[in-house]
């Protein structure tokens, strides 16, 4: 197998989660039309027990492929999420489309987590950085593209096309993996299933106050882009009817991400992780709160340009936020990554999950409930991160962040 269609067999891998979320927007109203659903809160299940699955997955996978190998756990992934995928796609009432979400959401872990596995054990140091650096920026293609094929989906074959194709891909990217790439877990290397060992591992992890505390801050973060996630078809399907549009706005939208993922690697070479961090936070708080006074000016129907332009800098806060925020979490973990990386993300969408839920619940309006995920998340996430950090080092913290602001 070639670097470059191992490369290419990674991204895909990788990219089917951002597709899975991405992709169903624009049939969202569709399907909850199709049911009769009678909340925006219902249309917003179709994202939030995806993430909900996805916990539930990412907590499993790290311990099955280092105890079986990277490929069988990838490929269970992948058969999880075509079983979720043809419930979703028969489904005869919203509670089926709903489950098979959650189940889909179980499957795409298998990829996700497998995929960064792999990745780490063929590849080291300098190597494993560039490789990482090469799909992360090739990912960001993917939101930009995802909501313009789910619509030309929609368009051509109706909601449930959006379903089917997912199954062709998971199904083709299965098949891909099984005949292309080989394992790359030796078994002399691989760790048998031991509840009593993993328990203890989970425990050293869970008592760690330099790394619970990041998992939940991370957690509120990729809250408010759930939140985002959620309400976007009300959003632009309701409230400012330009649906056609849609794909058109996440694409603009992306590039505020695409930009500050950029601006990272050149700010943490000369600043470290901790002013980015900040400065990300400060972001993602003032975009809310702008966000708040112009839908308090305009009686929660501000002019689009003006949402989309404070938006744009939520989502930049956001490229600023999620990779340090995870290397934040990693650092202190040492000979657990493996397992740490799987808490990480498990434990940051549960509490994403509960947060962008609390949020829709109190907030039905979508302008209002994304005005006040993006206004909550930065002040809630800046809390635990000093949580995180020891009493006698927070003065070196915030000597570092004002030596680069």
């Known amino acids: 197998m070639s670097r470059v269609e191992r490369l290419s ?175 790359t877990l030796p078994v002399k290397k691989r760790v048998p299933l031991n509840l009593h060992r993993l328990w203890q591992n989970i425990r050293k992890i869970l008592v760690r106050n330099d790394v619970i505390p990041i998992v939940i801050a991370t957690g509120f973060v990729f809250g408010a882009q759930l939140t985002y996630f959620a309400v976007a078809a009300n959003l632009f399907g309701e409230v400012y009817d330009v649906t056609a549009l849609m794909p058109v706005f ?62 744009w800098f939520g989502f930049f806060a956001l490229g600023l936020l999620f990779g340090n925020l995870n290397a934040f979490a990693m650092r202190p973990l040492g000979d657990l990554a493996g397992l740490g990386a799987s808490i990480i993300a498990s434990g940051s969408s549960l509490v994403a999950f509960a947060f962008a839920s609390a949020i829709g619940t109190a907030f039905v309006a979508p302008v209002w409930a994304l005005a006040w995920a993006f206004t909550l998340a930065a002040p809630l996430a800046m809390f635990f991160i000093l949580l995180a950090i020891p009493a006698g080092s927070r003065k070196q913290f915030f000597q570092t962040i004002r030596r680069w602001m």
Do not use: C
């Open 9 to 183: 067999l990674y991204v895909a891998l990788t990219a089917l989660t951002a597709f899975a979320i991405d992709g169903v927007l624009p049939a969202m109203l569709m399907i909850v039309s199709a049911f009769d659903a009678e909340t925006s809160l219902s249309g917003a299940q179709i994202i939030t027990a995806f993430v909900l699955g996805m916990a539930v997955g990412e907590l499993m996978i790290g311990p099955i492929s280092d105890a079986l190998g990277r490929r069988p756990a990838v490929i269970a992934g992948l058969v999880v999420f075509i079983i979720g995928t043809m419930v979703a796609a028969t489904a005869e009432n919203f509670a089926a489309v709903v489950l098979g979400r959650f189940l889909q959401g179980i499957g795409v872990a298998g990829p996700k987590i497998g995929t960064r596995a792999m990745i780490r054990d063929r590849y080291e140091g300098a190597e494993m950085a560039k490789i990482m650096s090469v799909i992360f920026t090739l990912l960001i293609l993917v939101p930009m593209i995802a909501p313009a094929l789910g619509a030309l989906i929609v368009a051509a074959a109706g909601w449930r096309g959006v379903f089917w194709s997912y199954l062709t891909l998971a199904v083709g990217l299965g098949a891909w993996l099984w005949l292309r790439h080989p394992e």
């Open 250 to 311: 996440f694409a603009l939208l992306a590039t505020g991400t695409a930009f500050a993922l950029m601006l990272n690697v050149w700010l943490v070479g000369r600043t470290g992780m901790e002013a980015p961090i900040l400065a990300g936070l400060l972001v993602l708080g003032l975009s809310g709160a702008g966000l708040l006074i112009a839908a308090a000016l305009y009686a929660g129907h501000p002019p689009l340009a003006i949402l989309l332009g404070l938006t």
